[in-house]
């Protein structure tokens, strides 16, 4: 009997052994899409040039398919799978940036003639991503028409803010206010194009009620704005350069010049001053000063960074008082701009061309830095809005073959 | 004058461990390994308040003391061993699906003892307490393959161990922990490539030390008081090994003719690497109870001072650049282990043996990844034993249940998913005394 009784457990354990044995792991599906509180039946994106997906200087439908709001409309199954955007043919425009070699580095541009017009026809109620490159806040409230991509995008049919009304938008992006920052950057820190806090504050405000009353259904997420002082267009000549002028022509270091005189740390130099300082501007007298327009000074650069930091408390107090997800761009790439990102055991920075999270203009994400953008809008919108909308596949981005390529490779 | 030969005292040890075949990847937590007797086995390793045969050396020094005679003791086994992995985005992505190349791996334990009435006993014991190999398959194309796709740690412990019996209840015992050791690390190395906008596999790099040295040692106390109830606690000490070897990188052409050049220009050349990696300390407290002479219980709660891996260090020596930093932050971890015994009226031909362990995972989240994914352990062992009147053969099977693990979004290389191991442990003891 006790014998017997030990045999049948004895067989019973084995048996529940063998199928623990067996287990075995079939590939993961993403889960269910939830987009919670948000509904993205009719998303509309507002922003500049970095939701409308310009890179290397031009703007392209490759990259377009990459822009922030297409993959955020991607992965949110918006607007039942179809969310237009002004696609443009090669050769872009204008004519995208091309890498030619990387030592020394040099450029060309995609051969052809700049198309005339999107080849995604704009649809009656406007294009889902509004987003236009030179947008300022102020712009997007009253400009319609004035500049190439303005005109490219809004077609004469009113303004952003007007656009993106008329189609009764159940959820909005806003990815704005990075022009207004970014302008007395482009500018070498010309401080007249700075905008002061209260008018930011102002401006944004003012946008915020518009479209609460054109769009009172509508959910928002809103973008801050990135340290845009450490961007490779701003932050990848150094004040101090080796150059062969020491005896001998051997290498030593130089402190660089403008017409004020030796540029300290913490001085920014434009990318585009890098070949003037080749053929020897910036170098001790009497060699020419580095112009003014191409250096953002110790001051300078201290009052834009704390015009963003004001730019940003408007933004966080706006999302609060809207009740929107914040996006903060900001706390990104902070991280990023410090420490890079790894994916898959691969490392990325923002080093100028050769970190993969920058196009080749220096100024905005390439394909995977728009794609880490999206995840840092999807974080947010989820969390916000207790939504689980899954993430943007990265490894699509940094590896052949990709969805996207073979998208881009069909287009 | 003569000639003196040169005496090279490690070369004997260093021969049979050779002999002795490799370890597997860990099975208990971690990259430990328990497999160090059948007898203990099929009692899930509870063993340490009981231990008294030859492997005593591992389980509970003080033990040995209980020989008489001469023993030898061969403890082979066969571990074989799968992982799988399934991703999810952002990186690698849904329906990413991996899985290492199959292993089978047989290390043995191996034991040699002679007591002296019970009372004084000395041996050695050679066997691997610590080991990993996890290979994925395909490296050319698995998606983890820029953070590792092939990890192998070897250690041999040579352990000479002493043991007395202070009086009838109390026996205490130690050995000298003589530890050499080799590591392996493959990877894939990758590259941004700006004129494709695309990462790009670049080459790979493979580690491999030398033998490697390092020295700790182990201590237990047994206490068997009048009555059932019987007590064994043992320790054994960390060992770090430092190890020096050779780094060798080897570029794989792209097609991309404007960036392959590039890689060139800056591919790091083969080269002294340095790396260090420890073997953590180990307890070990056990309580057997003895309700009969035909059945024995005990209890064994083991603690493994983990948190000494707290990072994986690689240092190349021309290329100082290229250096790795893998943060591990592992934890110390328990695990408790029960397990009885049968073999009627103590002195049958025939004995029988059954258990269960759980074993703690010491590695968070952050590092479960392609180095060395790690879980939670269930173990249930079934064992039986048959002792002749100079010759014991213990055989035990074990099956391991490890719940699959999430890398829950955290891992340190952003390469997250779940993975799957699944295990299957078996071995002999075949034990010679020679009175």
Redesign the interface.
């Known amino acids: 009997m006790q014998m017997h009784r030990t045999r049948r457990a004895?067989a019973a354990?084995l048996l529940a052994?063998a199928i623990?044995?067996?287990?075995?792991?079939?590939?993961?599906?993403?889960p269910a899409t939830s987009t919670g509180q948000a509904d993205f039946s009719n998303y509309v994106a507002m922003g500049t040039s970095v939701s409308m997906g310009i890179q290397s200087n031009g703007l392209l439908d490759q990259h377009q398919l990459t822009s922030v709001p297409n993959l955020i409309a991607r992965q949110a199954g918006a607007n039942d799978g179809v969310f237009t955007q002004p696609l443009v043919a090669s050769p872009g425009i204008p004519n995208l940036l091309v890498?030619?070699?990387?030592?020394p580095l040099t450029f060309s541009t995609l051969p052809g003639t700049p198309p005339s017009a999107p080849h995604v026809p704009r649809p009656a109620d406007g294009y889902d991503n509004l987003a236009i490159s030179g947008a300022v806040v102020a712009a997007a409230i009253a400009q319609s028409t004035g500049s190439p991509y303005f005109d490219l995008v809004l077609q004469g049919q009113g303004t952003m803010l007007r656009q993106c009304i008329a189609q009764h938008p159940t959820f909005i992006t806003v990815e704005l206010g990075v022009n207004d920052a970014v302008r007395p950057v482009l500018a070498g820190g010309d401080l007249t194009t700075l905008i002061s806090v209260p008018t930011f504050a102002t401006l944004y405000t003012q946008l915020m009620d518009s479209l609460a009353a054109g769009a009172p259904n509508a959910l928002l997420a809103l973008a801050n704005i990135p340290q845009l002082t450490l961007i490779p267009y701003a932050a990848t000549v150094p004040p101090v350069v080796q150059a062969p002028v020491g005896p001998g022509g051997s290498l030593v270091p130089v402190r660089l010049r403008d017409a004020a005189g030796p540029l300290p740390d913490g001085t920014l130099i434009l990318l585009p001053a890098k070949p003037l300082i080749q053929a020897g501007y910036g170098f001790p007298a009497p060699a020419p000063a580095l112009p003014d327009s191409l250096v953002i000074t110790v001051a300078e650069r201290a009052a834009i960074e704390t015009a963003i930091g004001g730019y940003n408390a408007a933004i966080a107090a706006e999302a609060q008082a809207r009740g929107a997800a914040l996006v903060d761009e900001y706390a990104l790439y902070d991280g990023i701009y410090k420490n890079g990102?790894?994916?898959?055991?691969?490392h990325?920075t923002t080093e100028f061309?050769?970190?993969?999270l920058f196009?080749?203009d220096g100024v905005h994400p390439?394909?995977l830095g728009s794609?880490i953008l999206a995840?840092t809008f999807l974080a947010a919108i989820n969390r916000r809005f207790g939504a689980r909308i899954?993430?943007?596949?990265?490894?699509?981005l940094?590896?052949?073959p990709s969805a996207y390529a073979l998208a881009k490779a069909g287009r | 004058m003569t000639t003196r030969p040169r005496i090279r005292p490690f070369t004997a040890p260093l021969a049979l461990a050779a002999m002795l075949g490799l370890p597997g990847v860990a099975h208990a937590a971690g990259y430990g390994l328990y497999e160090m007797g059948a007898r203990a086995l099929g009692q899930a390793g509870a063993f340490t308040a009981r231990a008294d045969d030859p492997s005593s050396i591992y389980f509970n020094p003080a033990g040995l003391s209980r020989l008489d005679g001469q023993e030898l003791l061969l403890s082979p086994n066969l571990i074989v061993f799968k992982a799988e992995f399934a991703g999810v985005s952002p990186n690698p992505g849904y329906g990413v699906h991996e899985q290492t190349v199959d292993k089978a791996f047989p290390p043995v334990a191996a034991y040699y003892a002679r007591g002296v009435g019970r009372k004084f006993a000395a041996g050695i014991g050679i066997y691997n307490p610590y080991g990993l190999e996890v290979q994925w398959a395909n490296p050319d194309q698995y998606t983890g393959r820029y953070i590792s796709t092939r990890s192998k740690i070897t250690p041999f412990y040579f352990v000479p161990t002493a043991a007395v019996a202070l009086n009838d209840r109390l026996r205490v015992g130690a050995g000298a922990n003589i530890v050499w050791s080799n590591v392996q690390l493959e990877r894939h190395i990758a590259a941004y490539d700006p004129f494709l906008d695309q990462t790009v596999d670049v080459g790979t790099v493979k580690l491999d030390s030398h033998d490697s040295f390092g020295v700790g040692f182990n201590a237990g106390v047994q206490w068997w008081p009048r009555g059932k109830v019987k007590f064994g606690g043992t320790y054994r000490s960390k060992v770090a090994i430092d190890y020096t070897g050779r780094a060798d990188f080897t570029q794989r052409i792209t097609g991309d003719a404007a960036f392959d050049p590039i890689v060139s220009a800056t591919f790091p050349p083969d080269q002294a690497v340095t790396t260090s990696i420890p073997f953590p300390a180990q307890g070990s407290l056990g309580i057997a109870y003895q309700s009969c002479p035909s059945w024995a219980f005990e209890g064994d709660l083991n603690y493994t001072w983990w948190g000494v891996f707290d990072k994986l260090e690689v240092n190349f020596a021309q290329t100082p650049s290229r250096n790795l930093v893998a943060v591990e932050n592992w934890k110390n971890a328990i695990n408790v282990r029960v397990g009885a015994e049968y073999r009627k009226g103590g002195t049958a031909p025939w004995s029988y043996r059954a258990g269960y362990y759980f074993d703690e995972t010491p590695q968070p989240a952050s590092g479960v990844g392609p180095l060395l994914p790690d879980a939670d352990r269930h173990g249930i062992s079934l064992g039986v034993g048959h002792h002749g009147a100079s010759t014991t053969i213990h055989a035990y099977t074990l099956w391991l249940i490890t719940p699959d693990r999430s890398t829950e979004g955290k891992n340190r290389d952003d390469y997250n998913g779940t993975y799957s191991l699944g295990s299957f442990v078996t071995g002999l003891s075949l034990g010679q005394n020679f009175h």
């Open positions: 004895l354990a052994l623990a044995g067996c287990a075995k792991l079939d590939p993961l599906s993403p890498l030619t070699s990387l030592a990102i790894t994916i898959g055991g691969v990325y061309v050769a970190g993969g196009s080749l390439s394909d794609g995840n899954p993430p943007v596949d990265l490894s699509q940094t590896h052949p």
